[in-house]
């Protein structure tokens, strides 16, 4: 679903949700808590690639965190 070509392509909240197999309401929640950001186009929520890209990072980095201090 994600790779380099599609970096102009946007997403829906679906889309993200299936991609992260998450909940609707679980992107929802991320984007009220300023976790990931989206672009509202009317009244959707749609996100780019980098988007995406960015929140998977930021996941990640806490991972990181999390395995450093329990260590």
Do not use: C
């Amino acid at each position: 679903m994600l790779n380099e070509s599609n970096e102009l392509q946007v997403y829906t909240i679906n889309d993200v949700a299936n991609f992260l197999k998450v909940a609707p309401r679980t992107v929802y929640k991320h984007l009220h808590d300023g976790v990931i950001k989206g672009i509202k186009m009317g009244n959707k929520w749609r996100f780019t690639h980098n988007q995406i890209k960015d929140y998977i990072q930021q996941l990640e980095r806490k991972v990181e965190i999390k395995n450093d201090i329990e260590d």
